[in-house]
Nanobody, 118 residues
Framework: QVQLVESGGGLVQPGGSLRLSCAASGFTFSRFVMSWHRQAPGQERELVATITRTGGSTNYANSVKGRFTISRDNAKNTVYLQMNSLKPEDTAVYYC???????????WGQGTQVTVSS
């Protein structure tokens, strides 16, 4: 069955870095657009970053542009989110999403907590 398993979250001080990973299985990873989303307490889930099927194009929310980098390894069925210069407002549960197929399917991981605090 389809699985998206995030890892790499944790507690980090402001200005620090974390690298999230999302390991995919149960579908043809290279045919899906991958993205990272986040949801802070009391707030709606928001799109953080997106990467195309080949990794040739990426897009970022304005709030993370220049600090976060999304990448993927289609040989390993894994998507990454490198997060640098972390701020307290980056604190949230981070979710991995896969979108694609015919008809369109949306798959979600279970989320990984990122807490930025001194």
């Amino acid at each position: 069955q389809v699985q998206l398993v995030e890892s790499g979250g944790g507690l980090v001080q402001p200005g620090g870095s974390l690298r999230l990973s999302c390991a995919a299985s149960g579908f043809t990873f290279s045919r899906f657009v991958m993205s990272w989303h986040r949801q802070a307490p009391g707030q709606e889930r928001e799109l953080v970053a997106t990467i195309t099927r080949t990794g040739g194009s990426t897009n970022y929310a304005n709030s993370v542009k220049g600090r976060f980098t999304i990448s993927r390894d289609n040989a390993k069925n894994t998507v990454y989110l490198q997060m640098n210069s972390l701020k307290p407002e980056d604190t949230a549960v981070y979710y991995c999403n896969a979108g694609g197929g015919e008809p369109w399917n949306d798959y979600w991981g279970q989320g990984t907590q990122v807490t930025v605090s001194s």
